[in-house]
Each structure stands twice: as structure tokens, then as C-alpha cells.
């Protein structure tokens, strides 16, 4: 019996015989380089996988994944990922995906001792909770709180890279754009933050407050 790891080797093995058969071509253009329009900065979840769950290729998005798609201000991780694929590869969108059914939000209900580096890691989460307590507390049940702290969680990440004096000067200078998604699990469907086909907006998305 296959464990873990022979799985995924074993499996790499099938993607790339297949990929081969499909076009030949397709490792040898890879190699060549990147040039992915997206970056997508997501939770670490094994549920959300983007390139799959968006239908893309390898290639196609640039990835920075973390426990609950935090964009914490002092993040050097993030900010190389935003700083390289912003300056250097100059995507054209930047999204935030947040999800349903996410741990990370769920801990954030609360304030269970998950160890320090948990609890450190999820403290602007939990701030954000303790900041929407009486719209949060409105909603029926933890998961549907759950799932609006995954929306707030990803308005802020909005905020703060926004604020990337990189990502500021490519809003300004190319049109780079910054949206916020939340993925539902159990429903397998993206949904559009600032979905301006029902907004009419501007396809950037504004914090109500400003
Ligand atoms: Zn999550």
C-alpha cells in the first residue's frame, strides 16, 4: 500500500506523461520563463487550491498562500511575493481569497490558546472580530460568522496591499487592479467581492467607510 508520499510522485508521473501526450511542447515552453497575470494571495487550506479550483494551467497565477490569506504590514513573506510579482512580473490583478468553512477564521472566533505562534499569527484576526462584535453577533450561527470574518479578514489584506508603495505606483501608472474573492467549499463557486457587474463600480474595491 502507497503512502503519502509515493502517491504524489506517483501522480506527478501521470500529469507529466499526460501533459506530454497532450502537447508536447508544453514543459519546454514552461522552462522558458513565467508570465502570469494574476497574483493570488490565499489561505493555505488544502481545499483551496487555485490554479485548480479556478480551472487554470501551471503558469498562470502567482501564488503566496498562508493560514487564513493574511496580509499582515509587517509581512516581509508577503511583501516580496507582492514587491516580485507586481514590479518584476507585472500581473495585472492582484486578488485576496478568502473562503468558507476556513480553520483559521473559525479560531478567530475565539480566543482558544493555539500557542504562540498561532495566536500571534491569527491576532489581527481576532482584533478584526473584536472590532465587527455587534454585526457578528447578529449573524445565526458561528459559521456564518466564520465566513464573515473571512470577508472582513480579505477587505483588510485589500487595504494593506494597497498600501505597497509598489502596488501603489502600478494602480497609478498601469491600471493594476485589487479584488477580493471569497470561495464557498461546500458549493465549490467563487464569489466576486467587489462584483461590479452588480455594483456598477469601478472594479476596485472601496471600503464602505471611506
Ligand atoms: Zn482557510
Not at 490569506?69 to 514590479?87: G, I, P, R, S
Not at 498601469?174 to 467587489?194: E, F, K, N
Request: glycine letters at 8%.
Amino acid at each position: 500500500m502507497s503512502d503519502a508520499l509515493d502517491r504524489i510522485v506517483a501522480g506527478n508521473r501521470v500529469y507529466a506523461q499526460r501533459t506530454s501526450e497532450h502537447d508536447p511542447n508544453t514543459f519546454v515552453e514552461m522552462g522558458r520563463g513565467q508570465a502570469p497575470e494574476i497574483l493570488w494571495i490565499g489561505c493555505a487550506d488544502s481545499r483551496v487550491p487555485e490554479t485548480t479550483i479556478c480551472h487554470c494551467k501551471p503558469g498562470d497565477i502567482f501564488v503566496h498562500r498562508n493560514i487564513a490569506n493574511c496580509v499582515h504590514a509587517d509581512d516581509l513573506n508577503v511583501a516580496a511575493v507582492v514587491e516580485y510579482a507586481v514590479a518584476h512580473l507585472k500581473v495585472k490583478k492582484v486578488v485576496i481569497c478568502g473562503h468558507t468553512k476556513c480553520g483559521g477564521a473559525n479560531a478567530s472566533l475565539a480566543d482558544a490558546d493555539l500557542g504562540v505562534t498561532l495566536n500571534t499569527w491569527l491576532h489581527p484576526v481576532r482584533e478584526l472580530r473584536r472590532k465587527h462584535k455587534a454585526e457578528l453577533e447578529q449573524l445565526a450561527d458561528d459559521d456564518a460568522r466564520a465566513t464573515r470574518v473571512a470577508e472582513l479578514n480579505v477587505q483588510q489584506g485589500i487595504e494593506v496591499v494597497k498600501q505597497h508603495p509598489t502596488v501603489r505606483q502600478a494602480v497609478r501608472d498601469r491600471g493594476l487592479t485589487v479584488h477580493g474573492l471569497i470561495y464557498d467549499i461546500p458549493a465549490g463557486q467563487l464569489r466576486l467581492l467587489d462584483d461590479t457587474r452588480a455594483t456598477g463600480g469601478s472594479g476596485l474595491w472601496t471600503p464602505a467607510n471611506h
